[in-house]
Every structure is written in structure tokens, then in C-alpha cells.
């Protein structure tokens, strides 16, 4: 499996913007296509966003879309969630997942990074 650390969590005002970094190591990056989660106090883990292996196909929950992007830079081995015009129900854990090209489910997960926004 591939490891996966994420970073650029922290408090924000809503309104406000952060972008979120997720690093692999261990396989070839461009053999998964990369996603994003996110967990929230008392909930289910819920899909934020997912893009392609090549970067070209990128998908958003609704809740996000418009606000959220994700991309990647395969050369770096890493992935990108930016968000904007950032909302307290944005406020959780964010994961960084991988999944194999073809493959079902997302299977490599990171550990996590705190985002908090403020009302």
C-alpha cells in the first residue's frame, strides 16, 4: 500500500481559505487515483472529493463543489485540496485516500488533519 501524510490543517474564519496537502511515499503515485474525506464529531466519514490518476477526471461532493478543488502533481507525489469561502460546517478531520487504477475502494487512508472553521 502506499503512505500517505497529510498537512495544512488548522483554524480558519469562515470565508476564509486553507489548502490541505496529502504526500505519498512508498509506490508509484500515478498507478492510484487520489481522494479526499472528511469526518465531522458524531458523523460518518463523507466523500469530499476524488481526481483521476492523470488528474483528469475530478469529482466533488455538492456540498463542496464550486468551493473545494482538488488536483494533484504527480511529479511531487502529492495532492491537493484547496478550499474556499470555507463554512463551519466545513469544520472535521480530512483524510487523504488512495485507490488503485481500476480498483473499487479507497484502501491506503493518511491519519488526518484537523480543520476548524470559525462562525
Known amino acids: 500500500q502506499v503512505q500517505l501524510v497529510e498537512s495544512g490543517g488548522g483554524l480558519v474564519q469562515a470565508g476564509g481559505s486553507l489548502r490541505l496537502s496529502c504526500a505519498a511515499s512508498?509506490?508509484?503515485?500515478?498507478?492510484?487515483?487520489m481522494g479526499w474525506f472528511r469526518q465531522a464529531p458524531g458523523k460518518e466519514r463523507e466523500f469530499v472529493a476524488t481526481?483521476?490518476?492523470?488528474?483528469?477526471?475530478?469529482n466533488y461532493a455538492d456540498s463542496v463543489k464550486g468551493r473545494f478543488t482538488i488536483s494533484r502533481d504527480n511529479a511531487k507525489n502529492t495532492v491537493y485540496l484547496q478550499m474556499n469561502s470555507m463554512k463551519p460546517e466545513d469544520t472535521a478531520v480530512y483524510y487523504c485516500?488512495?485507490?488503485?487504477?481500476?480498483?473499487?475502494?479507497?484502501?491506503?487512508w493518511g491519519q488526518g488533519t484537523q480543520v476548524t472553521v470559525s462562525a
Open positions: 512508498g509506490r508509484t503515485f500515478s498507478n492510484y487515483d
Open positions: 481526481v483521476a490518476w492523470n488528474g483528469f477526471i475530478r
Open positions: 485516500a488512495a485507490r488503485e487504477i481500476r480498483g473499487v475502494n479507497f484502501n491506503s
